[in-house]
């Protein structure tokens, strides 16, 4: 049995802000198929939140396969389908990770991971392993309660 390679995927701490304006156009081309998808069944109302996951599903970058809280990180394990290394990113907030797959310089889809605990985001390492991506996150430091003076 042939051995597969495993890759590092590039791993970046993002400001929110510049985060939700890369993603924009595809929250846009989500909007859009469900509305299509909308149409499709006749325009009947009812069934707003079902055709809009349904949209979701076909925009998402990868599938949350787990996810584990140890007493130093976060794990996160994901299948993400018919990808090389070098079109995926993992974006990193406090406490959220975004996983995105670019073509030409522009997101296609994306999957963001809300996390159970805030991370330090120079720190986290994503590696693919054929069509399963693994992110480690190691927690923040959470700076010593002070004490009380009288």
């Keep these: 049995m042939a051995k597969e390679t495993v890759r590092q995927v590039a ?3 993002v400001d929110a802000a510049d985060l939700e304006a ?5 929250q846009d ?5 469900a509305h299509a998808l909308y149409c499709r069944r006749g325009e ?9 996951l349904h949209a979701e599903r ?5 599938h949350l396969a787990g996810m584990d809280e140890g007493d130093g990180d976060i794990r996160i394990t994901a299948c993400v389908p018919d990808v090389n290394a070098s079109d995926i990113g993992v974006d990193v907030l406090q406490n959220e990770i975004v996983v995105e797959t670019d073509h030409a310089g522009k997101v296609e889809r994306y999957e963001k991971f809300r996390l159970p605990a805030k991370v330090e985001g120079a720190g986290v390492k994503a590696r693919l392993r054929g069509t399963e991506l693994n992110v ?3 927690k923040a430091r959470q700076s010593p309660a002070k004490k009380k003076t009288r």
């Design 58 to 62: 076909e925009f998402n970058a990868a």
């Design 22 to 26: 890369r993603l924009a156009p595809v």
């Design 44 to 52: 009947r109302e009812g069934s707003a939140l079902e055709d809009w």
């Design 11 to 13: 791993v970046k701490p």
């Design 29 to 33: 081309r989500i909007r859009q198929r």
């Design 136 to 138: 480690v996150a190691p």
